[in-house]
């Protein structure tokens, strides 16, 4: 916890509170169904709270913004984004319906109510979104397809409307045919070796 703190330390006390918590939930929560690896369940802060954050090192999410999680797993990002944009309303999806069930107690027992989860392939989902997140299920020109039309078309925020990639390691020849691509490096961002090759790949898409 104090990891977040290091680089989020104008949380409030009931955002704190929310961090502080996702410890006991997620451990507990594993116990019984294996949403994170047994070795990543101990860095829980490192490598799957604060890596989600590296998206509001990128962008600070502006009041009423809609955000799509797509193959969210344990409920990552979307669940520490939901904590740090109360204001926001976050929609996770994934095809496996026993991760979802772990992000509803979750959200349930820390009192979050800005998020709904949906067990669904992403293609089936209907409504559009501000920005679509997520943590590298795949390869972005794969990811694109899955999201197509999914794009709100009415600009809330700093940054156009588009995607949020979490993804580590050469991406230039998955990113080569994207002209309006921006890779952030979360080292800039965060010191920990962790974050070495770790990104936040950003490309805006047109509402269509």
């Known amino acids: 916890m104090d990891l977040i703190l290091k680089y989020f330390p104008e949380l409030t006390d009931v955002q704190i509170k929310q961090f502080e918590a996702?410890?006991?939930l997620y451990q507990d929560w594993n116990s019984k169904i294996n949403v994170i690896?047994?070795?990543?369940?101990?860095?829980?802060y490192l490598r799957h709270?604060?890596?989600s954050l590296g998206i509001a090192k990128v962008i600070s999410f502006?009041?009423?913004?809609?955000i799509l999680d797509v193959g969210t797993g344990g409920g990552f990002p979307g669940v520490p984004l939901a904590i740090m944009f109360p204001n926001?309303?976050?929609?996770?999806?994934?095809?496996?319906?026993?991760?979802?069930?772990?992000?509803?107690?979750?959200?349930?027992?820390?009192?979050?109510?800005n998020i709904k989860t949906t067990h669904s392939r992403v293609e089936a989902i209907d409504d559009t979104y501000d920005f679509i997140v997520s943590r590298a299920?795949?390869?972005?020109?794969?990811?694109?397809?899955?999201?197509?039309?999914?794009?709100?078309?009415?600009?809330?925020?700093?940054?156009?409307?588009?995607?949020?990639y979490l993804k580590g390691g050469d991406l230039s020849e998955e990113l080569k045919q994207y002209t309006t691509v921006k890779a952030y490096l979360l080292s800039d961002y965060f010191e920990e070796d962790f974050f070495e090759t770790k990104k936040v790949i950003y490309l805006p898409l047109k509402h269509k």
Do not use: Y
């Open 49 to 51: 709270v604060l890596h």
């Open 137 to 164: 299920v795949t390869a972005m020109p794969e990811f694109t397809k899955w999201v197509k039309g999914k794009i709100d078309k009415i600009q809330k925020n700093d940054l156009k409307n588009g995607i949020l």
């Open 37 to 44: 690896s047994r070795k990543d369940i101990d860095e829980l």
């Open 62 to 66: 502006n009041e009423g913004s809609s």
């Open 22 to 24: 996702l410890k006991r």
């Open 88 to 113: 926001c309303q976050f929609h996770l999806v994934d095809s496996i319906n026993k991760k979802l069930k772990v992000i509803n107690a979750v959200s349930e027992a820390i009192g979050l109510t």
